[in-house]
């Protein structure tokens, strides 16, 4: 049987094109999406064996859309796609469940090994960014703020960043508004930031959002 595959990114056009690439290897792109939450869908709909996430996507990262898809078993093998130079979102996304580390500068046959290599039950990381994410390891100790904030909260983070208000927010998420404001308030506090300008610095750091 072919290997089953989701492609999440939300520039639609190289959506395509990847997915062109994946089927002249032999796999089968089950679904292709242009978000994190959809990702999240399109699993459940289609049980995929890997999907392929990118990093900043609107609504829902691939860090926190991986941590939904692997949270059940079984789960498919997780790739995030990056076009980020920072890794400090490397060690979330380790310990979200992500089995392969993928650079978009890099040509789609380092796609099409990370895949192969994640079907085998290796970790994979693109030979360029292999440092950063040793580095980025080493220094986790480093970035306990992020750790303290829940799946919840970084959600929150993301959307606030994107400029949501926070019955926006409340809608996206399906949770009250006084429920929303509580997040809101609580992440800034633990993270020490004064405005949303910093929150957005901030959420560009960890591969929330794009610039």
């Not at 040793?134 to 986790?140: E, S």
């Amino acid at each position: 049987m072919k290997t089953r595959v989701v492609l999440a990114d939300d520039h639609l056009i190289f959506n395509e094109a990847l997915k062109q690439v994946l089927d002249k290897a032999g796999l089968e792109v089950v679904a292709t999406v242009g978000d994190g939450r959809a990702a999240v869908e399109a699993v459940k709909r289609f049980a995929p064996d890997v999907v392929v996430l990118d990093v900043a996507m609107p609504g829902l990262n691939g860090v926190d859309a991986a941590r939904e898809i692997t949270s059940t078993e079984p789960h498919p093998h997780v790739i995030l796609l990056s076009g980020l130079d920072d890794p400090r979102f490397v060690p979330g996304a380790l310990r979200a469940g992500v089995q392969g580390f993928v650079l978009k500068s890099q040509g789609t046959e380092d796609l099409l090994h990370a895949i192969a290599e994640v079907l085998r039950g290796v970790l994979y990381v693109s030979p360029a960014a292999s440092q950063a994410v040793i580095d980025a390891c080493a220094g986790r100790a480093e970035d306990e703020e992020r750790d303290t904030l829940t799946p919840r909260e970084r959600q929150v983070a993301q959307l606030v960043a994107q400029g949501k208000s926070n019955k926006e927010i409340a809608q996206a998420l399906h949770i009250a508004v006084k429920t929303a404001e509580f997040h809101r308030g609580r992440l800034m506090r633990k993270l020490h930031l004064r405005d949303v300008p910093a929150l957005v610095r901030y959420a560009i750091r960890e591969g929330l959002i794009t610039p």
